[in-house]
T-cell receptor, first 113, second 115 residues
Framework: GESVGLHLPTLSVQEGDNSIINCAYS??????FIWYKQESGKGPQFIID?????DKRQGQRVTVLLNKTVKHLSLQIAATQPGDSAVYFC????????????FGAGTRLAVHP | ETGVTQSPTHLIKTRGQQVTLRCSSQ?????VSWYQQALGQGPQFIFQ???????GRGNFPPRFSGLQFPNYSSELNVNALELDDSALYLC??????????????FGEGSRLTVL
């Protein structure tokens, strides 16, 4: 079946370091992937997206890499800040007439000063 | 702020009761999706409404139902509440059509506790 999962449930980093959050997906037909950040008590917040015809996309301090060969997605956060502490979800869009997101369980990022 | 508002923010119900959750979509968005997020898990797709009709549904029983109104706002109704229905219910709005990717903007959610 379709699934999106994460390799590491918790990631602890020092402030200023770079963070890498990984995600595996199983549906090779998915053509759109999104990373969301969810802070405690809030809804998921869009960070960055990437289409299946791309390998890399950069935003402000964030980069998403897509490896379709091994069905792997990663989110890189440069110079991690305390405000980056949150749970991060990758999600894939299953095409078929409507945008249905399939989320993984999430990775908690803890940034220590 | 995403412009998506949900109410109520928190509520407590008992088993067997019914609940209605409300969502106002971001201005200009014509599609509303509902997700259920159990504690410590990722959101799970319940269903999506477009032009006042359900146009996609996840693996949820019929006691989960919804409505979309002409102003694109939406309601999620859950009948015969069960303990496992305790979760954060998220509404997400998007604009579907044309070349838009349908990026979803989430509200803060309604936290439902079933006792």
């Amino acid at each position: 079946g379709e699934s999106v999962g994460l390799h590491l449930p918790t990631l602890s980093v020092q402030e200023g370091d770079n963070s890498i959050i990984n995600c595996a997906y199983s549906n090779s037909a998915s053509d759109y992937f999104i990373w969301y950040k969810q802070e405690s008590g809030k809804g998921p917040q869009f960070i960055i997206d990437i289409r299946s015809n791309m390998d890399k996309r950069q935003g402000q301090r964030v980069t998403v890499l897509l490896n379709k060969t091994v069905k792997h997605l990663s989110l890189q956060i440069a110079a991690t800040q305390p405000g980056d502490s949150a749970v991060y979800f990758c999600a894939e869009i299953v095409s078929g007439g409507y945008n249905k997101l399939i989320f993984g369980a999430g990775t908690r990022l803890a940034v220590h000063p | 702020e995403t412009g998506v508002t949900q109410s109520p923010t928190h509520l407590i119900k008992t088993r067997g009761q019914q609940v209605t959750l409300r969502c106002s979509s971001q201005s200009g968005h014509n599609t509303v999706s509902w997700y259920q997020q159990a504690l410590g898990q990722g959101p799970q797709f319940i269903f999506q409404y477009y032009r006042e009709e359900e146009n996609g549904r996840g693996n949820f029983p019929p006691r989960f139902s919804g409505l979309q109104f002409p102003n694109y706002s939406s309601e999620l109704n859950v009948n015969a509440l069960e303990l496992d229905d305790s979760a954060l219910y998220l509404c997400a709005s998007s604009l579907v059509g044309g070349t838009n990717t349908g990026e979803l903007f989430f509200g803060e959610g309604s936290r439902l506790t079933v006792l």
